[in-house]
């Protein structure tokens, strides 16, 4: 099988998982590693919490409804914001609080950061990519929010609107303040 097009919905009889896991973890890994929080970090690596998603994706593929280009992309990230979700509501009930370990760089989810800024997507080095990650934790939490659907899970205005009870306009309002703010941000740290 040729390189899986994550954009469009696999056939299940004709599904590498392998090729599929390859192509797809580097941008789960990089999601969570934005969004996984000292919390969860130091109990659950991102590795095991992409394998997670992965898992659960592939037993419920027949759940999936393909509604165009990027459908399957979207229905992945989407399946990783409520995993974490929940992981998060997990831990926070168990008040477990911990600090956050320091986990190695991998240059293929670190290029996945570059596209969150540039449509280039130009790969960016580790000593970058833990620079986007400090600033990128330092936004306010609407701000990191608004660029991990935009930017990650790639959902139109509209529906990130939804997601948070916020009208289209604001939220593209919103949108462009929080990258002006992570810009700068990467600037001063530069």
């Given amino acids: 099988m040729t390189k899986t097009d994550s ?10 998982l392998t090729e599929l896991y390859e192509e797809l973890a580097p941008e789960l890994r990089a999601f ?6 000292p919390r969860i970090s130091v109990r659950e690596s991102a590795e095991d919490l992409v ?67 540039s449509p280039s997507r130009i790969a960016i080095g580790r000593e970058e990519a833990q620079q986007f990650e400090l600033a990128f934790d330092s936004l306010p939490e609407d701000f990191k929010t608004v660029i991990t659907f935009s930017r990650m899970l790639g959902l139109s205005a509209s529906e990130i609107g939804i997601e948070m009870d916020r009208s289209e306009g604001s939220v593209r309002v919103l949108l462009h303040r929080a990258l002006a703010r992570l810009g700068r941000i990467l600037e001063e740290g530069a």
């Avoid at 954009?7 to 590498?16: H, K, V, Y």
């Avoid at 997670?52 to 914001?81: C, H, N, P, Y």
């Avoid at 008040?95 to 969150?116: K, M, P, T, W």
């Fill in 7 to 16: 954009s469009a919905a696999p056939d299940p009889d004709d599904l590498d």
């Fill in 32 to 37: 969570f590693r934005l969004k996984i929080g």
């Fill in 51 to 117: 394998q997670t998603v992965f898992r659960e994706v592939i037993q419920d593929l027949d759940q999936f409804e393909d509604r165009g280009e990027g459908s399957f992309r979207k229905w992945l990230f989407m399946t990783a914001w409520r995993k974490l979700r929940d992981r998060q509501r997990f831990w926070a009930r168990e008040c477990r609080n911990a600090q956050a370990e320091v986990e190695g760089y991998d240059l293929q989810q670190a290029s996945f950061y570059g596209h969150i800024l």
